[in-house]
């Protein structure tokens, strides 16, 4: 496997899911928009779920439905991210392994992504994640120096603007839709407001 790109705007949501639950454990399926085959760019995410992770029927409606949205919007999942409700835990769980594996049968070059939660703080110099490949038969630790987020600094800048604006509350992963059906699990709305403090962060007009 090349390189792994992550966005700002699949970052920024990872972050905020976390953030909003901070004493559950919290997943999501990473997506990319960008054609199969070389270099990751993972460019969005959905946030699933922040309670029962384990629970197989909620996780494969899940699957299934965001499955049919990447069809709709020419994306595709590639990946699988997990913040463990310990902190002080970046290791994938029996759960984060089994979806991982699920995604990897579709897509040969899947990456599971961990939270580091005591990372998780502002001003962190390097992004919160350990970042898992496929190989050999297992999954196992991808080296960082593999692992893009371009633009760190502005990326962080844009989370910090979001989290102390609140913006975190305006995030809805698969389980708040399942709560309430209004709720638009695609964050049509978040995803709005991150792009218009990305494009101020990256220079343009």
Not at 17 to 32: D, E, I, K, T, Y
Not at 48 to 60: E, G, N, R, V
Not at 124 to 150: F, G, N, Q, S
Request: aromatic share 6%.
């Amino acid at each position: 496997m090349g390189e792994v790109e992550l966005s700002c705007l699949a970052y920024a949501k990872m972050f905020l899911h976390a953030s909003q639950f901070p004493r559950c454990s919290v997943n999501g399926l990473l997506l990319s928009s960008s054609p199969a085959g070389g270099d990751v760019c993972i460019t969005d995410c959905v946030p699933l779920l922040h309670s029962h992770l384990s629970l197989a029927p909620i996780t494969q409606l899940a699957l299934t439905q965001v499955d049919v949205w990447c069809a709709q919007t020419q994306q595709r999942i590639v990946g699988y991210y997990q913040a463990n409700a310990c902190v002080s835990d970046s290791s994938p769980t029996p759960c984060a392994l089994k979806i991982a594996e699920k995604i990897f049968e579709q897509c040969n070059n899947a990456v599971l992504l961990m939270i580091d939660g005591e990372k998780m703080f502002p001003g962190c110099r390097v992004p919160p994640i350990v970042m898992y490949e496929r190989k050999d038969a297992r999954w196992a630790l991808k080296d960082k120096h593999t692992i893009m987020l371009r633009q760190w600094e502005e990326t962080c800048s844009v989370v910090n603007q979001l989290f102390s604006s609140g913006d975190q509350e305006l995030l809805v992963d698969f389980d708040s839709h399942l709560d309430d059906i209004t709720k638009d699990w695609t964050n049509p709305k978040l995803n709005a407001k991150i792009m218009e403090l990305v494009a101020p962060a990256n220079g343009n007009v």
